[in-house]
């Protein structure tokens, strides 16, 4: 007799198990419950679908060769049965079944398995603010949310738009507005973009960048009210403001749907995430669980996590598979890897920020570079600003932030690789990367990285990231400011806002007389690699009292002159 796997949720963990076992225990018989139409979509696309990137909406449920992945295709192909437009309500642990309801018909029936599989995924959250169930207020969470306001979009209505919310859902939507002519402000009640990818320096760059793109940030601020009338909306009020909107997208996050699995006994974290083993087994051995309804590992602080992303999902989807079918594979984690495009921006993180790591208990070190991806003769030539953050005691690689308009997925990945593999900063500085001019310089930025960072644990340099820089000059001993740049570049670039001496990196041994003796001096250029030079010259004329602006005025982020 063949086993029974029931699996509830049939869109990225739950499908990708049961296509897995299609291939490795085609003796199961695979049951899929799906209370959407739609299953094994492509919800990341959403953003793209809804800027008029991906066409037809039919592109994100079907597959490279435009088949759709619909209850036929997986009962032809897999040998899958799935019910769409089915809702789990109820699993009794005992019997082993689930109770389902048919939306359409209203009917009621019971499913029996042997191994289950939960992939309920999340919903996302709906604020009880008022005005918040008008018309043209959308979520983009499911299919008819991408449809719904697709259709919205399409219509030529949609002037103006407020996103709520400014994490990675809400401002890959604003590129997909702003690049349809609509004019798009987002509100947050931190201070900065990207809260929880990036930390504030860079997240005061992005919100230069997007705001140069006509996009209006509004941070700090608060939600109270969205204003209509006849349930059509006409503005969004803050507690500082009223913006005027046509529509308005809720981003403020998700919540897990765990309810059934509560009211089963299953093991529930305090978030209210599934817990599950390595094995993405939950409590009861005959139910597994995975995707954006459970907590995994992280893998640099061993503690538990939530990280809700497709691929994710779709990983523990073949693990869960695996374990059902009796291989041996196991889940071992995720370090916290996201990344965004916004524009022309690539923007990025993985592992651990410098706060992040100290909470661990590591005494984390970093430092902030800004490099060229390709050599500057080569066309398209881009750059990007990455932050390295290592233990000081074992030289271990914790995380990374990175940004820019150059290459910067490639890096990102990379660093993925460097953590996940516990490597030291010296390993990475010594990585064989591939080059050749159109892809990378001859030391890649992530070797030029960790050799900063090295220079930096060494006592070989010191340096101020821009947040301490401007907590130093605060001070009521502020250092002294050398900038090396060209007259012609600061004409371009404009200056750091406080008291500065400018004496050409070419001219600085000859000048170095005009620099006060018995004051911390320090140097800055443009990405600050010249600064380097410079602390040579001065050292060789007894200025011991030195330090480096990380990032130079490229990774500046608060005034310029």
């Known amino acids: 007799m063949s086993r029974k796997v029931l699996i509830v949720g049939g869109v990225a963990c739950g499908a990708k198990a049961a296509a897995r076992l299609a291939r490795i225990a085609p003796e199961c018989d695979v049951t899929i419950l799906e209370r959407g139409d739609y299953i094994s979509f492509a919800g990341c696309g959403f953003p793209y679908f809804v800027g008029d990137v991906v066409k037809e909406y039919k592109d994100l449920v079907c597959t490279p060769l435009g088949i759709v992945r619909d209850a036929a295709f997986f009962r032809n192909v897999k040998n899958i049965t799935v019910h769409t437009r089915t809702l789990a309500t109820k699993i009794d642990r005992e019997a082993k079944t689930v109770t389902a309801t048919n939306i359409s018909t209203g009917e009621e029936k019971i499913y029996p398995y042997d191994d289950l599989v939960l992939a309920t995924g999340a919903s996302a959250i709906r604020p009880p603010i008022p005005g918040c169930d008008m018309n043209s207020v959308f979520t983009l969470w499911t299919m008819p949310d991408a449809l719904a306001m697709k259709s919205a979009v399409d219509s030529g209505r949609v002037k103006s738009a407020v996103i709520v919310g400014g994490g990675l859902i809400g401002m890959e939507v604003v590129e997909a507005l702003a690049n349809r002519g609509i004019s798009v402000s987002v509100v947050d009640l931190l201070p900065t973009p990207l809260p929880a990818l990036v930390e504030e320096d860079f997240g005061l760059r992005i919100q230069k960048y997007v705001e140069g793109k006509g996009v209006h940030f509004y941070g700090g601020e608060k939600v109270v009210e969205i204003v209509g009338d006849g349930g059509v909306v006409s503005a969004v009020r803050t507690d500082k403001r009223t913006i005027d909107a046509d529509m308005v997208l809720m981003a403020v996050g998700i919540r897990p749907n765990t309810a059934m699995a509560k009211e089963a006994g299953l093991e529930l974290a305090k978030n209210g995430t599934i817990v599950v083993d390595d094995s993405m087994r939950t ?9 954006d309804c459970v907590q995994t590992k992280h893998l640099v602080t061993g503690k538990p996590v939530w990280q809700p992303m497709g691929s994710t999902a779709n990983r523990q989807g073949r693990v869960i598979a695996d374990a059902i079918a009796g291989l041996r594979d196991t889940f071992a984690g995720v370090i916290g890897t996201g990344i965004l495009k916004l524009f022309e921006l690539t923007i990025g993180r993985t592992g651990l920020n410098d706060a992040q790591a100290r909470e661990a208990g590591y005494d984390p070190v970093s430092v902030l570079v800004h490099e060229p991806d390709r050599p500057h003769f080569m066309p398209g030539m881009g750059a990007m600003s990455i932050r390295l953050v290592a233990d000081r005691n074992s030289r271990q690689i914790l995380g990374a932030q990175l940004m820019g308009n150059g290459a910067v997925d490639k890096r990102l990945d990379a660093l993925v690789a460097a953590i996940t593999g516990r490597l030291t900063v010296d390993l990475l500085a010594d990585t ?24 930096k644990m060494d006592g070989l340099v010191r340096t101020y990231s821009p947040e301490e820089m401007a907590e130093r000059m605060a001070t009521g001993t502020p250092p002294f400011i050398l900038d090396v740049r060209t007259p012609k570049e600061l004409d371009l670039q404009g200056r ?3 008291d500065s001496v400018n004496i050409p990196l070419g001219t600085l041994r000859a000048r170095v007389g005009e620099l006060p003796k018995g004051q911390e001096i320090v140097v800055y250029c443009k990405t600050s690699g010249r600064a380097w030079d410079a602390i040579s010259a001065l050292k060789i004329a007894g200025f011991e009292d030195t330090a480096i602006l990380e990032g130079g005025i490229t990774a500046w982020p608060y005034e310029i002159k």
Not at 283 to 291: F, K, L, M, R
């Open 283 to 291: 409590s009861d051995p005959h139910i597994y669980a995975g995707g």
């Open 432 to 455: 064989d990367f591939a080059y050749a001019p159109p892809f990378s310089t001859a030391l890649d930025p992530i070797t030029h990285a960790a050799n900063v960072l090295r220079n």
């Open 496 to 498: 750091l806002p406080y």
